[in-house]
């Protein structure tokens, strides 16, 4: 019985209410032991594996050459981290979302993602490349599943069967791939923004899709305020990339970093940069916050930070992304974040980063200034 206590979530945020596996892990886990433990070397395919129980658990049942596309950057070293403290390490490989890492497979292990979008990039791709006698074990937790899911899956799929709930979790089982015929440029999606005069590009899985969500936008009305003799600046938790290539569209002499540990996010971004012109002056970037960035060598940073962490609400991710900001601002640099404004984050701001004034808000949001001394 593989150990999925043993697992850990980091270098994700920790906590008594996130865990590093759940009862989806193991019901897919469960379902799929058979063709895993049939599967020859190479035809497992693991997709949307949060911190590596899919993966680990199919290698405890003997599976080898697992191919395995993880979309945030900290699950790829959650795994990482977890495959090594468990001798796994040689099990797997990491693959971007691509034909080559579903070609000729015969069991896919996916964790259904929440955006529908995300899942019809995903059962596109398998049904196109994969071996025509493929299964695809897609399981989730109840709360996050809606019957729209199995339409998604029955575009691409002959069957799909929903196995009986365990522990409030539940798995489709879509079977017999029939291959959509589209465009080769169907993702990324692309829409014209009219109001900021933008093309936004998104894959499947990045947030908000081709929208600029009301966080985004309503920071964008005060941003032409935001320190205007700036030379490099951040878009930290980048998404789409709508604040970077707003940035650089209005500020012709400004290099702007887009950063996101998202790989969907980060391929969406450079396409929005690319479709607006600003590819030479923005530049885009996979990392966990600003890991990668050198200490004191941005002038302004922007920041819309997530308050959920998965499906939990947890505001830790925003006290780790304040914090990095800190250290990468220069002396006199600013940080301007949008935020809920319930969540009242000026305090930490001010504690973080340093004095923290308001600078605009409405019925649901708040955008602060803060500076760096």
């Not at 500020?251 to 971004?269: E, F, M, Y």
Request: hydrophobic share 50%; charged share 20%.
């Amino acid at each position: 019985m593989f150990e999925y206590a043993r697992l850990r979530r980091w270098p994700d945020v920790e906590g008594e209410n996130l865990f590093a596996s759940d009862a989806a892990d193991r019901l897919i886990a469960d379902l799929a032991r058979d063709a895993v433990a049939a599967a020859a070397g190479g035809e497992v395919v693991v997709i949307g594996d949060a911190y590596g129980a899919l993966t680990l658990a199919a290698a405890a049942e003997g599976a080898t050459g697992l191919r395995v596309r993880q979309d945030p950057l900290t699950g790829e070293q959650a795994l990482a981290a977890n495959a090594a403290e468990l001798g796994y390490s040689d099990a797997y490989r990491g693959l971007p979302l691509d034909a080559e890492l579903v070609r000729d497979a015969r069991v896919v292990l996916l964790r259904l993602p929440r955006s529908l979008d995300a899942l019809d990039e995903i059962a596109t791709l398998v049904a196109a490349h994969a071996h025509p006698e493929a299964v695809v074990y897609a399981g989730g937790m109840l709360k996050h599943m809606s019957l729209a899911m199995n339409d998604v899956l029955g575009t691409a799929f002959a069957s799909v069967t929903a196995s009986l709930a365990r522990q409030k979790a539940r798995v489709l089982t879509a079977e017999h791939p029939q291959p959509v015929a589209v465009a080769d440029d169907r993702w990324p999606r692309r829409s014209h923004d009219d109001e900021l005069g933008i093309t936004v590009c998104a894959h499947g899985a990045a947030f908000a899709g081709t929208s600029v969500d009301i966080g985004t936008r309503f920071l964008l009305s005060v941003i032409d305020a935001a320190a205007p003799d700036a030379h490099t600046a951040i878009d930290l938790g980048c998404g789409t990339g709508v604040l970077a290539t707003t940035l650089a569209l209005r500020r012709p002499g400004l290099r702007v970093i887009a950063t996101d540990q998202s790989a969907a996010a980060v391929a969406s971004a450079t396409a929005t940069a690319v479709a607006n012109g600003v590819a030479d002056r923005v530049t885009v970037v996979r990392d966990d916050g600003l890991a990668g960035q050198p200490d004191a060598s941005a002038d302004l940073i922007v920041l819309n930070p997530p308050f959920h962490i998965g499906s939990a609400v947890h505001t830790g991710i925003a006290h780790r992304m304040f914090a990095d900001a800190a250290r990468v601002l220069a002396s006199g640099g600013e940080l301007w974040t949008v935020w809920n404004s319930h969540l009242g984050y000026r305090s930490a701001l001010e504690r973080a980063v340093g004095p923290t004034r308001q600078v605009a808000r409405n019925a649901k949001f708040t955008v602060t200034a803060s500076r760096r001394e």
